[in-house]
T-cell receptor, first 110, second 114 residues
Framework: AQRVTQPEKLLSVFKGAPVELKCNYSYSGSPELFWYVQYSRQRLQLLLRHISRESIKGFTADLNKGETSFHLKKPFAQEEDSAMYYCALSPLTGGFKTIFGAGTRLFVKA | DAGVIQSPRHEVTEMGQEVTLRCKPISGHNSLFWYRQTMMRGLELLIYFNNNVPIDDSGMPEDRFSAKMPNASFSTLKIQPSEPRDSAVYFC????????????FGPGTRLTVL
């Protein structure tokens, strides 16, 4: 069955420190992976997706098919990065719905 | 485009009352999703539509919940009767296709059932 696992519910780092939010997935086909971000009391919005291979707000994510992971990384965390981050998986072919992980709350301390 | 529009933004009601949440997807999007977000359970997919047809409603918690999409520009999520445990933020999202595409979320409706 398709599954997305975000092992950390809460991640707390100091400003300027590197940050890595983990995402592991279970899917046998060709996945498209997403990271969505939700700032305090705002709507969820796309941060980045694998297929576009962009760096948004300094964040990057690499799809590792061998480890079935799509970890989100940023070399120097900023206070404004504090938010809820959701990893999501969707098939590039085939018709099942997008699956979201449980989310990781990132708290960047001054 | 104004993005996905939801109304009302806040709803406070008493247990047993009917609640109707509304959503207008982005024009041209073929798929629409209803989610519920709580601290305890995170983000849960309730139901999604493709071309106005419900595809998967397995996430709807019970018969008190129903959703409709009478046309491509409007959807409703109804709870009747409402209960305190239904208190949550309800998000609507739309996308061009229900798999493989970015979903665009509305601002959410914060529902409080007293």
């Amino acid at each position: 069955a398709q599954r997305v696992t975000q092992p950390e519910k809460l991640l707390s780092v100091f400003k300027g420190a590197p940050v890595e939010l983990k995402c592991n997935y279970s899917y046998s086909g060709s996945p498209e992976l997403f990271w969505y971000v939700q700032y305090s009391r705002q709507r969820l919005q796309l941060l980045l997706r694998h297929i576009s291979r962009e760096s948004i707000k300094g964040f990057t994510a690499d799809l590792n098919k061998g480890e079935t992971s799509f970890h989100l990384k940023k070399p120097f965390a900023q206070e404004e990065d504090s938010a809820m981050y959701y990893c999501a998986l969707s098939p590039l072919t085939g018709g099942f719905k997008t699956i979201f992980g449980a989310g990781t709350r990132l708290f960047v301390k001054a | 485009d104004a993005g996905v529009i939801q109304s009302p933004r806040h709803e406070v009601t008493e247990m047993g009352q009917e609640v109707t949440l509304r959503c207008k997807p982005i024009s041209g999007h073929n798929s629409l999703f209803w989610y519920r977000q709580t601290m305890m359970r995170g983000l849960e997919l309730l139901i999604y539509f493709n071309n106005n047809v419900p595809i998967d409603d397995s996430g709807m918690p019970e018969d008190r919940f129903s959703a409709k999409m009478p046309n491509a520009s409007f959807s409703t999520l109804k709870i009747q009767p409402s209960e305190p445990r239904d208190s949550a933020v309800y998000f609507c999202a739309s996308s061009y296709h229900y798999s493989g595409d970015t979903q665009y979320f509305g601002p959410g409706t914060r529902l409080t059932v007293l």
